[in-house]
RNA sequence: GGAGGGGUGGGAGAGCGGCCGAAUCCGCCAGUUUGGAGAACUGGUGUACCUUCUUGGUACCGCGGGUUCAAAUCCCGCCCCCUCCGCCA
């Protein structure tokens, strides 16, 4: 959610902005309505007033034993004006807080103008592997070794619900478990979130009410599934002012994620590329709001060290402006590459939202003893997402004589070396 | 799912429909006192919005409606917590 009063000041400048992320965008209804909204609280307020004046004067007339029937009656009036304006006054309200509900967040200075196409590559770690013989993808690597059951998967639940079977399960289980211990070893403090959460936390996060379509409802219960944990964990400190010595608070939790994935298939993303239900560890941090850029880079890096640990050739990616999501200013991807499939994946998408979620969430913290409590920002990041890391690591680490080597960190926990 | 009890400011806790943004205690902050600390005493101590040079005003007692000139207080719906019962891990 961006902030009323800063529209009020900068609305052309901000506008401008937000159309190199959408063109279409147009704040000119939510300006006129603001004002209108401004004059309107300004009127009811004087008329409340009124009323709160002269209702204290019926209550000293009666103390006293006088007559207060034509003070009643004034202010009856003066209730009915109010009533009237009020519930003009809400749906000025409602209607600017959904349009504001709807707009993208601000996209930092330093993100590339334009379309998906114009990212940024940073920076790569390792190297391509060199395989000299005839490469397999993911999906006959898992077929030959009984690893992968989308058939059974589609049968129990639908297409696109992988099942891991045999060392397939056991190789998912231990990404997680690895990622999981990593980051919580690292100063995040773990936690194990509700899968499932109510529209409000969805509405905090922005995923509502914009974003819908791609996620699993239990109407009965008025609850949603989570499509990632950043969903969640925005809500963590929902109301809260933290203490400045509190910041930065960081958090690793681990979920399924559950994507509807409306209409977005393709036969490049078969397999483990594109699916409904799939495993992440992610990460998210509550922080000042000056020190929000430099926790993104040590985020990235914290990413970067389970592809590092786990053997991972990957780049570094700074999204452009079109490619963000609703709520981050920035976003950097960390990509791996895909023998199989002759290109990059992303694995983890870490973002700034600044204040966006924590306004919404109403999150803040006081910078010091009296002063006026400040939003806090928020970031996320996947650290990682296991399905596309599962597909790298098959394709990377295959052998020419078709085994597919075990990464190291992995070995204990799974206990074997290749599988 | 059924029955009962409860949700008030950082915490505890009071609150006849009007003088209640809310007693009191604790905590916290500042000052006095002290060699220093403690104790004691004094003062202060929520958030948001509108207006403004200072000021003033409005709203908030779980959430949403209603009754009334006036609601923390009365009525209705919902949510959450606690206790007991049922059912299930």
């Not at 298939?265 to 990460?283: A, C, D, T």
Request: aromatic share 8%; glycine share 6%; hydrophobic share 35%.
């Amino acid at each position: 959610m961006l902030d009323i009063h800063k529209l009020r000041k900068e609305g052309k400048e901000i506008e401008r902005r937000l159309q190199t992320r959408d063109s279409s965008i147009d704040l000119s209804e939510i300006m006129k309505l603001d004002a209108r909204r401004l004059e309107l609280i300004s009127k009811v307020e004087e008329l409340k007033a009124e009323r709160n004046r002269g209702s204290q004067e019926v209550g000293r007339l009666k103390r006293e034993g006088k007559d207060a029937t034509q003070q009643i009656e004034a202010m009856s009036a003066v209730s009915a004006q109010i009533s009237a304006l009020d519930s003009e006054l809400n749906d000025d309200t409602k209607r600017i807080n959904y349009l504001l509900s709807l707009l993208p967040n601000v996209p930092h200075a330093s993100v590339p103008v334009g379309k998906k196409e114009e990212k940024v590559i940073l920076r790569s770690h390792g190297e391509v592997p060199q395989q000299d013989f005839t490469v397999k993808n993911h999906l006959e690597i898992a077929e030959e070794k009984g690893l992968l059951d989308f058939t059974r998967g589609a049968m129990i639940a639908g297409a696109r619900f992988p099942m891991y079977v045999g060392a397939g399960a056991m190789l998912e289980m231990a990404l997680i478990q690895y990622m999981f211990f990593y980051h919580s070893r690292r100063s995040y403090t773990a936690v194990f979130p509700p899968f499932l959460a109510n529209p409000e936390s969805f509405y905090v996060s922005s995923q509502l009410p914009k974003f819908a379509d791609e996620d699993y409802y239990c109407e009965k219960d008025d609850l949603y599934l989570t499509p990632t944990a950043e969903t969640l964990l925005a809500n963590l400190h929902r109301g809260e002012i933290l203490s400045s010595s509190d910041l930065p608070k960081k958090y690793v939790a681990y979920t399924p994620c559950f994507r509807r994935e409306a209409g977005t298939y393709g036969e490049e993303e078969r397999g483990l590329i594109r699916v409904h239900q799939f495993n992440k560890v992610e990460l998210f941090k509550f922080t000042k709001p000056e020190t929000s850029y430099d926790e993104l880079e040590t985020l990235i890096e914290d990413v970067e060290g389970i592809l590092q640990a786990l053997g991972m050739h990957y780049r570094v990616a700074l999204l452009s402006t079109q490619d963000l999501a609703q709520q981050a200013t920035k976003t950097v991807d960390i990509e791996v590459y895909l023998p199989g499939q002759g290109r990059y994946y992303e694995v983890s998408s870490c973002s700034n939202c600044e204040d966006f979620q924590a306004r919404r969430g109403n999150t803040r913290y006081r910078p010091a003893e009296g002063e006026k409590p400040e939003y806090v920002h928020t970031l996320n990041g996947s650290g990682v997402a296991t399905p596309r890391l599962m597909a790298a690591i098959l394709e990377n680490n295959q052998t020419a004589d078709g085994r597919v080597r075990v990464p190291d960190v992995l070995q204990e926990i799974l206990g074997m070396e290749y599988l």
